[in-house]
C-alpha cells in the first residue's frame, strides 16, 4: 500500500494534464475560430480592392480617352481657326442693336468701329473681341432712314469713347 500515493500523485499528474490539454484544445479552436474571421475578412477586403481597382483603373482609362478626345478638338479647333484666318473670313454675326419698331421703320446694317477699344472702353477683353471692334461689328437698327438709324447707334456708342460708323446699308431680312 506503499504504491497508493505515487498512484495519486500519478492521477493528479494525469488530471491536470487533461485538464490543460482540454485548455490548450479550447485555446487553440478559439484561435481557429479568429484565424478564421480574419482570413474571411481579409479576403472581403482582397474583393473590395480588386472591385475598387477595377473601377479606378477604368477611370483611368475613360479619363485617357477624354483627354484624347480633347486634344483632338483642340486640334482641330486650332486647325479651323487657322483656316478662317487664312480664308480672311470676317465675322458674320450681326447683333441687334434695338428690336423695337414701328410699320414704317426699316431695317439698317450700320458697321461700328472702335480701334482704341482696349484703351477708351474696356481693356479686359479677348484678343479676338477686341479684333472684332478693330475690324467693326455689324449692328441691326430698325428706323426710319439712315439718319435716324446712325442717331440710334451714335447714341449707344459714342464718337467721344471712339466709335465710328464706317458703313450703312439696307437690311432686307
Do not use: H
Not at 488530471?15 to 482570413?39: C, D, H, P, Q, W
Not at 479677348?126 to 439718319?147: C, I, N, Q, S
Not at 449707344?156 to 450703312?168: C, I, L, S, Y
Request: glycine share 6%; hydrophobic share 40%; with cysteine.
Amino acid at each position: 500500500m506503499d504504491s497508493m500515493p505515487y498512484i495519486f500523485a500519478g492521477l493528479v499528474g494525469l488530471a491536470s494534464l487533461a485538464v490543460s490539454l482540454l485548455l490548450a484544445l479550447r485555446r487553440l479552436k478559439t484561435s481557429e475560430e479568429r484565424i478564421a474571421t480574419a482570413v474571411s475578412r481579409k479576403q472581403a477586403q482582397v474583393e473590395r480592392i480588386k472591385k475598387i481597382a477595377r473601377v479606378t483603373l477604368q477611370q483611368a482609362r475613360d479619363l485617357r480617352d477624354a483627354r484624347r478626345r480633347k486634344a483632338m478638338a483642340d486640334l482641330g479647333c486650332e486647325d479651323l481657326e487657322q483656316r478662317l484666318k487664312a480664308a480672311g473670313a470676317g465675322d458674320r454675326r450681326i447683333y441687334v442693336l434695338d428690336d423695337r419698331r414701328t410699320q414704317k421703320d426699316q431695317g439698317w446694317l450700320l458697321r461700328v468701329v472702335n480701334i482704341e477699344y482696349a484703351s477708351r472702353v474696356n481693356g479686359n477683353l479677348t484678343p479676338t473681341a477686341l479684333d472684332g471692334w478693330k475690324r467693326g461689328r455689324r449692328f441691326l437698327v430698325y428706323a426710319l432712314d439712315e439718319k435716324k438709324a446712325r442717331e440710334k447707334v451714335n447714341a449707344r456708342f459714342p464718337e467721344n469713347k471712339g466709335f465710328t460708323v464706317m458703313g450703312t446699308e439696307s437690311y432686307l431680312g
